[in-house]
């Protein structure tokens, strides 16, 4: 799916790698990492459980990642995303994780834009209904086209930004895929939705 996602960027001009930057020549180019699959012979370092167990001490906020139908589809696609955040201030960048598994990533790939929808602490059902696989995850949701991308910002949504694919870099069994900030918003008002150990929660004041 990597390799199908990097020949449909560069089909669409969008870039594949970060290009060095102003003062780059003074920074010492490190080695590349040995990233690999851990074999069946091999034991892993960590178990997928342990794994799961540590992370889930780290709370985070929760999104809903949306993209417009590409031609030829007849919806727009979307999925719940624990796995954002802010990546640059210039360029404005984010960025977000999906795994390489996901059946909805290669419609947002193929639509070439995305809208990050930070949902709101009110807003656990609909996260819910965006982390169901096989459903019209959009039947009942009221949206509007984002002003950049066209992709669906969600009524109600705190905070709203609106991207097109920058990058999309492997990073074991899931994709590191970069967004560059085309327009955002925020109602400026709210609890966010957070998630923690595997529950939703919210701030108490």
């Given at each position: 799916m990597a390799a199908t996602v990097v020949r449909y960027l560069r089909s669409a001009g969008s870039p594949t790698s970060t290009r060095p930057g102003p003062g780059s020549e003074h920074l010492d180019t490190l080695p590349r990492p040995d990233l690999r699959a851990v074999g069946e012979d091999e034991r892993a370092p960590v178990s997928p459980a342990e794994f799961r167990a540590?992370?889930?001490n780290f709370a985070s906020g929760v999104t809903i990642i949306t993209a417009p139908p590409a031609e030829g589809e007849d919806g727009p696609a979307g999925f719940a995303c624990q796995s954002f955040a802010s990546l640059s201030l210039d360029p404005p960048l984010?960025?977000?994780m999906v795994a390489r598994t996901s059946t909805t990533w290669p419609r947002i790939a193929r639509a070439g834009v995305?809208?990050?929808?930070?949902?709101?602490?009110e807003q656990g059902e609909l996260c819910r209904a965006f982390a169901v696989s096989g459903a019209d995850k959009f039947a009942g949701v009221g949206h509007r086209p984002a002003p950049a991308t066209g992709s669906p910002q969600l009524d109600d949504?705190?905070?709203w930004i609106d991207c097109r694919?920058?990058?999309v870099h492997t990073?074991?069994?899931?994709?590191?895929?970069v967004g560059r900030v085309e327009a955002m918003g925020a109602a400026g008002e709210g609890d966010p939705l957070l998630f923690h150990k595997?529950?939703?929660g919210r701030f108490t004041h």
């Open positions: 540590v992370l889930g984010v960025t977000f995305f809208c990050v929808n930070i949902l709101g602490a949504a705190p905070a694919i920058h990058a990073g074991g069994d899931h994709l590191i895929v595997g529950r939703f």
